[in-house]
C-alpha cells in the first residue's frame, strides 16, 4: 500500500515509517521543514501546500493516510484548519483509510472504567492540548466521508527520545521530594511507543470498505499501567527524581483548589474553577482496551520500569559500600603495638576500651620507654613483643614499617596498619614482599566517619546510577607546625599527598573504575620546600577527576563533589558534613548545609571537651579487627580491595614528588 505519515518527525511518529516500511508498504512522509537523512520519499512544505506537494510526488494517489499533525501551543480554530488542510489533501490523493492520532487526554474526567467506547469531551476546564484534540477529532468524524475513518487514542507514550517522563504527574518541591499532582491511585495511562506503531501497522494493513466507510476508534494503555504512587516512587527510587513522594488525598486537593480559586477569580475578573479543572488528575480511572488488543491481535503490556531506566540509559550504581555483613573473627588474646605515638593515645587506646577488649597490650616505641596509660586497658609498662603474637597494629612511620614486617615473628598472621601503606612505587614494591601471606589491614577509617556512614547509607537507599564526573578541593596547614621532625620534612617524606591528603583521596577514586590516566599536574613549592599546590586532572575510563590540594593557606576544609546519574553529593570536612542535591539547589539546601555544619561543629567541641564521642570510626575497624564485631568494615580495608587505591596514590606521588 502507499501509505502517507504526516508529522513523521514528531516524537510519536518518529519510528512509524521504518516499521510500515518493514511490513512492506511504499511510504511518504510530510514535515513542516526538512528532516535529517531525507529521502526523495520524504517531503517537506506548508501544509497550505499539502495536496499540490503530496500529489506530485505520490501521483495523485495514497491508499492510507495517517494523521500526526498540529498546531504546537495552537488555538482550536488554528488546528481546525490545519485539520481542514490534510482533509482536503486526502480527498485529492483518493484515500481510502484516514487513520487520526488523536489523544486518551479527550475522554471524560469520570470516575470509573473507559473503554472505545467512551466519546471525546471538550470542556473549557480542560488544558489547551486535551481541548485542541477533542476539538479535531469531533471535527474529522463529522466531516470525514471520503473512505474508512480510524481514531487511535494513544496514552502517554513511553520511549526514547522523550523528554520528562514524570510531566503531569508529580511536582519536584524545593525540599528535593516529590508531589504527586492528584490521585495517588490513578492510573498513569502508559503506552510503549513500539506497541503505537505496531497498532498503526495493523490497522494500515486492514482492508478498506469503498462502499460502506466505517469509524472505528482504538484505545492504547497498557494493561499493566502503574497508579500514580507506583510511578512516582519508582521515579524517585532508581531515577533519582527526587527523595521521596507525598501524596495528599483527594478531598484535601478539592478543599485547597476550590480555596486558591477564589482569590484568582477576583484577580481574572471571570470565574476560575481550579478543582474543575484539576478533576482529570482526582478522579480514579482504569482503562479497558480489550477491543483493541482483540481486534488488532496486540499485546501491549510491557516492562515500563525498563523502559524508564532505558530512557535515562541508567548504568548500575557503583559496587559500594557492602551490603552482606561477615560473621565475627576470633578474638585475640593479646594485641602487638609497634609504634605508640599521638594517634595510639588518641583514638586506638580509648576506642578499645569503649568497645571491652580485655585482653593485653604489648608494645614497641623505640621513643618511648614506659607505656602511656589508658583507662580500661591493661598495657604492659616495658617494651616488649612476645614470640607467640597473632595480631599486630603497626602505628610507626611509614619508613620504618619495612623493617617491622620483615622482624615479625611467624605467628602473626594479622597485621593493622595505621595509613599510608605505602608513599612510593618503590616502597609499595618492598612493602608486597614483606607482607608474605599475612591477612594485612590497612587502617582508612574515613570510610566509617559520620557523614560516611550518611553517604553510605543515602546511596544505599537512593541508587545514584554511574558516575559522571568527581573532584576534590582540600586545604591544610603546614606540616611545618607539627612536633615530630619526620612531619615537618615534607617533601622528603611526602607528607602532603600520601598522610594528610590519603583519606579524602581514597573517598575521591572511591568509585571510579578502570586505570587511571594523569592529564595534568601542576605543582609549586613554598620557600620552605614545601609541596604548596597541586592542581591535577585525570580520567578514570573517560570519567574526569579534578583535584586541588593547597597547604601552607591558613585554611582546613576539605570539599568532595561526586556527580553520578540521577543525583550529586557533596561531602564535607572541618566540620564532617554530606548532603545530596537533586534538582534545583536553592535557599533550603544551603540552610541545610549550614545547620549539619553547625550540628557537627557542635558535635565535635563536645568531643574535644570529653563530654561525648561522636565520631567512632577508629572503633569501627578496632572493633572488627580485634572480633568484637561484624567483619565487614575490616573486609573492606584489607589490602587486596585496597590496592588499587595505593596504585594510583603512588602514581600520583612519584609524579608530584619527583624532584625528591
Not at 475522554?107 to 473549557?124: M, Q
Not at 557492602?322 to 576506642?351: C, D, E, N, W
Not at 619508613?399 to 601503606?421: H, M, Y
Not at 587511571?516 to 609549586?524: A, E, H, I, P
Request: hydrophobic share 40%; glycine share 6%.
Amino acid at each position: 500500500m502507499k501509505i502517507l505519515v504526516l508529522a513523521s518527525s514528531s516524537f510519536a511518529a518518529r519510528n512509524l515509517p521504518a516499521a510500515l516500511l518493514a511490513a512492506g508498504h511504499e511510504v511518504w512522509t510530510f514535515n513542516r521543514s526538512q528532516i535529517e537523512n531525507s529521502g526523495p520519499r520524504d517531503l517537506h512544505g506548508c501544509y497550505d501546500r499539502l495536496a499540490e506537494i503530496t500529489g506530485t510526488a505520490m501521483d495523485g494517489v495514497c491508499d492510507v493516510l495517517i494523521n500526526f499533525a498540529i498546531v504546537k501551543n495552537g488555538s482550536i480554530e488554528e488546528n481546525i484548519s490545519l485539520t481542514d488542510q490534510v482533509m482536503q489533501a486526502a480527498k485529492k490523493l483518493h484515500v481510502r483509510r484516514f487513520i487520526h492520532i488523536s489523544s486518551i487526554s479527550v475522554l471524560p474526567s469520570i470516575t470509573g472504567v473507559l473503554n472505545e467506547d467512551a466519546e471525546a469531551v471538550e470542556v473549557r476546564w480542560k488544558g489547551i492540548y486535551s481541548r485542541v484534540k477533542a476539538a479535531v477529532e469531533g471535527h474529522i468524524i463529522d466531516t470525514w466521508r471520503e473512505g474508512d475513518l480510524d481514531v487511535v487514542r494513544p496514552g502517554f507514550i513511553l520511549a526514547p527520545g522523550l523528554v520528562d517522563s514524570m510531566v503531569g504527574t508529580g511536582k519536584q518541591l524545593p525540599t528535593g521530594h516529590v508531589l504527586g499532582l492528584g490521585n495517588q491511585r490513578t492510573v498513569i495511562m502508559l503506552v510503549h511507543r513500539d506497541a503505537v506503531d505496531q497498532a498503526l501497522v495493523k490497522i494500515a494493513g486492514s482492508a478498506s470498505n469503498s462502499s460502506s466507510p466505517k469509524l472505528k476508534k482504538y484505545m492504547l494503555v497498557a494493561p499493566n499501567a502503574p497508579n500514580r504512587r507506583e510511578y512516582l516512587d519508582f521515579q524517585c527510587r532508581e531515577l533519582g527524581r527526587g527523595w521521596s513522594t507525598l501524596h495528599f488525598p483527594a478531598w484535601m486537593w478539592r478543599l485547597a483548589l476550590a480555596a486558591a480559586s477564589i482569590p484568582i477569580s477576583l484577580i481574572k475578573r471571570r470565574l476560575i474553577r481550579l478543582d474543575l479543572l484539576f478533576m482529570h488528575n482526582l478522579n480514579v480511572r482504569t482503562y479497558d482496551c480489550t477491543r483493541t488488543s482483540r481486534d488488532l491481535d496486540l499485546e501491549m503490556s510491557f516492562d515500563w520500569r525498563e523502559t524508564l531506566r532505558n530512557l535515562v540509559h541508567l548504568k548500575p550504581s557503583p559496587p559500594w559500600p557492602p551490603t552482606i555483613p561477615l560473621p565475627a573473627r576470633s578474638k585475640p588474646g593479646f594485641l602487638a603495638y609497634f609504634g605508640m605515638g599521638r594517634i595510639v593515645g588518641q583514638k586506638h587506646l580509648p576506642g578499645l576500651a569503649r568497645l571491652g577488649f580485655k585482653g593485653g597490650i604489648f608494645w614497641s616505641d623505640p621513643a618511648l620507654t614506659r607505656a602511656p596509660a589508658c583507662a580500661g586497658i591493661k598495657i604492659e609498662t616495658y617494651p616488649g613483643i612476645p614470640q607467640d603474637a597473632s595480631h599486630a597494629i603497626i602505628t610507626a612511620p611509614v619508613n620504618a614499617r619495612p623493617n617491622i614486617l620483615d622482624g615479625l615473628a611467624e605467628t602473626v598472621s594479622q597485621v593493622l596498619l595505621e595509613k599510608p601503606f605505602a608513599t612510593s612505587a618503590a616502597m609499595l614494591e618492598r612493602m608486597m614482599e614483606y607482607i608474605k601471606s599475612r591477612d594485612v589491614f590497612v587502617l582508612h577509617n574515613y570510610r566509617f566517619k559520620p557523614n560516611l556512614m550518611r553517604m553510605r547509607a543515602h546511596l544505599r537507599n537512593h541508587p545514584p546510577g554511574a558516575l559522571r564526573a568527581v573532584s576534590l578541593h582540600f586545604e591544610t596547614p603546614s606540616p611545618a607546625n607539627e612536633a615530630s621532625s619526620w612531619m615537618k620534612q615534607e617533601w622528603r617524606n611526602r607528607i602532603v599527598l600520601t598522610d594528610y591528603a590519603i583519606h579524602y583521596l581514597d573517598l575521591c577514586w572511591m568509585f571510579c573504575q578502570g586505570e587511571m590516566q594523569v592529564n595534568r599536574c601542576l605543582v609549586t613549592r613554598n620557600d620552605r620546600g614545601e609541596l604548596e599546590t597541586l592542581s591535577a586532572s585525570m580520567t578514570f575510563d573517560g570519567i574526569p577527576c579534578d583535584i586541588l590540594i593547597r597547604s601552607g593557606g591558613h585554611q582546613r576544609h576539605c570539599i568532595i563533589r561526586h556527580h553520578f546519574q540521577n543525583y550529586s553529593t557533596e561531602t564535607r570536612f572541618f566540620p564532617d558534613v554530606f548532603v545530596a542535591m537533586t534538582g534545583g539547589q536553592g535557599p533550603l539546601d544551603d540552610a541545610q548545609l549550614a545547620l549539619r555544619g553547625f550540628t557537627r561543629t557542635v558535635a565535635k567541641v563536645f568531643e574535644k571537651l570529653g563530654l561525648r564521642v561522636t565520631d567512632r570510626s577508629h572503633d569501627t575497624v578496632l572493633e572488627s579487627f580485634t572480633g568484637h564485631g561484624d567483619s565487614s568494615p575490616l573486609q573492606e580495608l584489607s589490602l587486596e580491595n585496597l590496592l588499587t587505591f595505593y596504585r594510583r596514590l603512588v602514581m600520583l606521588a612519584d609524579r608530584v614528588y619527583q624532584e625528591a
